[in-house]
């Protein structure tokens, strides 16, 4: 995981996924060692929910840069960005 994958704000969120995901894996390969399958699955539920939010954090993440690089190459071209929000 890279911090910089991540808003700020979310950090603590994606870093308590993040530990999820770890932590059912290695429960999915204990039952798994003890062949019970249906808690296995059920961590592997669990792990892709983590995994899926995750994504969506790194998702919200990549958006938010691509929307400073749009502002700041407008700024570049002159473009006043408070007279725009207004307008919207």
Same mark, same amino acid.
Request: with cysteine; aromatic share 8%.
């Given at each position: &995981?890279?911090?910089?994958? !991540?808003? #700020?704000? =979310?950090?603590? +969120? ?15 390969? +204990?039952? &798994?060692?003890?062949? #019970? !399958?249906?808690?296995? #699955?059920?961590? &592997? @539920?669990? !792990?892709?929910?983590?995994?899926? #939010? ?10 938010? =840069?691509? &929307?400073?690089?749009? +502002? ?8 006043? +960005? ?5 307008? @919207?």
């Amino acid at each position: &995981m890279n911090n910089s994958d !991540f808003l #700020e704000k =979310d950090l603590p +969120i994606a870093i308590k996924h993040y530990k999820c995901c770890w932590s059912c894996l290695y429960k999915a390969e +204990i039952v &798994m060692a003890n062949d #019970e !399958f249906e808690l296995a #699955e059920a961590r &592997m @539920i669990d !792990f892709q929910r983590s995994l899926n #939010e995750l994504k969506k954090l790194k998702q919200r993440k990549q958006q938010y =840069d691509r &929307m400073k690089a749009l +502002i700041r190459e407008l700024n570049n071209q002159g473009v006043n +960005i408070d007279k725009v929000a207004r307008i @919207i």
